[in-house]
C-alpha cells in the first residue's frame, strides 16, 4: 500500500523533536565527584540517593542546575548580567537535554527583621492591592498599607520658566506610608539595660566599660576620654546629670581631638547604632552574647506588634483590617477571602485564593501572613518557595528539590509525594535529593552515589529502578527496608521538668512533665507546637544546650577547624613545640601567604562574567608562608594537618610527639557525628545541610549543661547513619545526660523511652498533648496519627 501524497516520511518513525528523550551528564568533576557519566530521563520523577557527602548535591544543583541558570542568565545582555550573580561553568565535558531549572533548595530565607511569610510569597502586595481598592475608610493606595514603606509629608517654592520670565509656586506633597513610626515597621521596639553597659563603682580610665572592644586603650573609649565632655577618672556613680547624659545619650557631635575632627556619641548611642542594625545571628558569638544580656526586645506599644500606623489600621474590610488579616492563620484567611463577592476585584481575589489555597494544600496553612521569615524551619522555608510554582502553566520545566521532606510528620509525606508526582504528570522533569524511603518508593528513576562520603564518594554505584536498587548490594539498597524495632525495656527516669500553662504561639495552656535522664522524643505534625513546647516553654535556667537548625555563618575562609575551635590548641601546640607566636600558624593573621593573603587562591572578578580562582603560586595553594611551613609538630607543617581528614588527625593527636589530648576530644566528637571524612580545611561553604547540622552538633556536645535539646538530627542522614546517630544519642544519656529530640523520623521514635505527641492537627487545631507514654504504648493505642504510622513503621 502506498503512502499518500504529502505525507511526512519522519512520522513512522516519531519526530526528530521527541528524540531528546535524556539530561546526559558526561565527565562531571565538580567537587568530589570522579569524573562520572550519567543519564536522567526527562519528564520523569528522579530520586538520588546516597551518604551524606557522597555527591548527591555536587551532581544535582551544582552541576545540573546551575548549568543550566548560567546558560539562561547568558540569554541577557552584559548589562543586565552586571546586576545578576556571577556563575561559573561547572567543570565538567558535556552537559546536553537541559531545561530551565527552578531550584527549591533548603536555604533559610533571609533573616531581614521587615520580611514576613507575605511579603516573601507576595501575597502581603495581593492584600495591599485589595484594601486600598475595598478598604473603608480610604486611607490611600497600596503603599498605605506597606510597613516598609514610611509616610512622607513636605513642602516648598519652585522656579518655573515660562518664556522669558521665571514664576515661584509654592508646592506640597506627601506619600502615605503604612509603617509604624515607633518601631519603623519591625513590631518590636528595643529597650537597654544601662547596667549591662558599665561598672558604676569604675571610672572611664579604669575600664568601667563593659560593652565588648571597649578596653580603655581602644579608640572608641579614646575619643569619650579625649572629648572633654566627661571626667575620665570620676566613678560613673559620682556623674552629674549633664555628665551622664553626655556619657550615654549625647547624640553624634563633632569634637577635636589631636588636631583631627572625630565623632562623639553616647555610649547607648553607639551601642545602638553598631550592634542592634545588624542581623543578631549575623555578629559574633561574644557581642551576641552581649546583646541578649543588654538589650531586651518587646512588642511596640504603639501598634501592638502589627508594624502598621493607625491609619493603616484603621481601614477596613467587613469589619478585617489588613493587620487582622495577616495575623489569621492562613487557612482561615483563605476562607474569609473566599467569602468576598466583589466584581470589582474579581481577578484580584481569584490570585489570592490561588496563593493562600497553595500554603494550604503544601501543609502550611497553620503559618499566618506576619510570621517573620526567619523564624521558619529549613523545611518550612522550602515549602514556602513551592507556593509559587503550584498551579504553574509552565511544563517541560526541570524542578529540583533538596529533601523536600525535612520537618514533615509521616502524614505530611504522602502529601509531598502527591505534588511532586503532579508536577510530573504536568511533563516536567523533577529532580530530587532525597533519604526517606516514603519518597524513594515513588520515584521512576533513582541514582544511588556513593560508596562513601567526601574523598570515598563521587562514583555512581546504581541506576535503575526503585526494585532494582533494592535487589542492588548497595548501601542504599542494603538499608532500605531497614526498620528500628521497639525496646524491650527501657530507661528509667531520674527526676522530671515540669512545665505548666505553657502558651507560646498556639499552644493551649499546655502542662507536662518532661522525664529526665532518658531518651525523649516529641513529634506531632507539622504546626502542631513542637518547637514552642521546647524552645519556647522550657526555662533558661535549666540548664539546656540547644541544637537548633539555624544555618552555620561562615565565609569560605572558614572550616571545621575553625568553626569548631579544633585549630586553638594546635596553633598553641605549634607554637610552643617551635618557640615561635600562635599567630604565625593562622591563615588569616601573622603566618598568612602575602600574596593571596591567606585564601590559598587569587580571585579575578570579571565583572558580570564568572569570577576566576586560581591557585596562587606562590604559596600552591598551602595559604600559608614558606617560612612558617618550616616549622613541623611530629613531622607535620600547619597546611599538611589542615589537610588531614579527621580520621587522620584523630590517630595523629592521640599520641606520641603530637598528642593533643585538648585537639584530640574534638576529634573524637566529630568522628562520633560521623564526619570522620571531612578534612580539617575544607570549606564550610562547600558542606552539604546534613554534614552542617552534624557539625553544630558534635561543637556542642562539649558544651557544659544536662539537657540536650536536638532539633531534627536526622536531617540530612542516610538510611545507614540513622543507626550511628541513634548510638550516639544512647552515649550522650548513658553519660548521665537528659536528650529531648523534636523528631518525626520513625526510627528515632522507636528508639525512644519516652513520647510527648503534640496536635491533633496543625495551628489552632494543635498545641494540646495527645499521647505521652512509651514507644510501645503507642503503638498498642494507635489513639493519634503518629501511632499509627509508628506502628505501621513496625509492622505491628
Sequence with gaps: MGKSAGADPRQSAGHAADSH????????R?????NINVDIPKRRLTVFTGVSGSGKSSLVFDTIAAESQRLINETYSAFIQGFMPSLARPDVDLLEGLTTAIIVDQERIGANARSTVGTVTDANALLRILFSRLGQPYVGPPNAFSFNIASVHGGGALTVDRGPEQKTVRRTFSLAGGMCPRCEGRGQVTDIDVTQLYDPDKSVNEGAITVPGYKPTSWPVQIIVASGLIDPDKPIRDYTDTELHNFLYREATKVRISNTNQTYEGLVVRVRRSFLSKDRDALQPHIRAFVDRAVTFRTCPDCDGTRLNEAARSSKIRGISIADACAMQISDLAEWVRSLDEPSVAPLVATLQ????????????????????????????????????LGSSLTDVTYVFDEPTIGLHPHDIQRMNELLLRLRDKGN????????????????????LGPGAGAQGGTVCFAGTVDGLRASSTLTGRHLGDRV???????TPVGKLEI?????????????DIPL?????????????????????????????????SAIRGSRRSNPATYTGLLDPIRKAFAKANGVKPSLFSANSEGACPACNGAGVIYTDLAMMAGVATVCETCEGKRFQASVLKYTLGGRTISDVLEMSVREAEEF?????????????ILTRLADVGLGYLSLGQPLTTLSGGERQRLKLATHMGDKGGIYVLDEPTTGLHLADVAQLLALLDRIVDSGKSVIVIEHHQAVMAHADWIIDLGPGAGHEGGRVVFEGTPTELVAARSTLTGQHLADYVGA
Design 354 to 389: 490561588h496563593t493562600l489555597d497553595s500554603f494550604v494544600e503544601i501543609g502550611l496553612g497553620y503559618l499566618s501572613l506576619d510570621r517573620p521569615s526567619g523564624t521558619l524551619s529549613g523545611g518550612e522555608a522550602q515549602r514556602v518557595r513551592m507556593v509559587r510554582h
Design 21 to 28: 528523550t535524556l539530561i546526559r551528564v558526561r565527565g562531571a
Design 500 to 512: 505548666r500553662g505553657a502558651t507560646t504561639h498556639n499552644l493551649k495552656n499546655v502542662d507536662v
Design 485 to 491: 524495632a521497639l525496646k524491650d525495656t527501657v530507661r
Design 30 to 34: 565538580e567537587n568530589n565527584l570522579k
Design 429 to 448: 522533569t523533577v529532580l530530587v535529593v532525597e533519604h526517606k524511603p516514603e519518597v524513594i518508593a515513588i520515584a521512576d528513576h533513582v541514582i544511588d
Design 653 to 665: 593527636f592521640r599520641a606520641g610527639e603530637a598528642r593533643l589530648p585538648a585537639a584530640h576530644a
Design 517 to 549: 535522664g532518658v531518651l525523649v522524643v516529641v513529634t506531632g505534625v507539622a504546626g502542631s507546637g513542637k518547637s514552642s513546647l521546647v524552645h519556647g516553654s522550657i526555662p533558661a535556667e535549666a540548664g539546656v544546650v540547644s541544637i537548633d537548625q
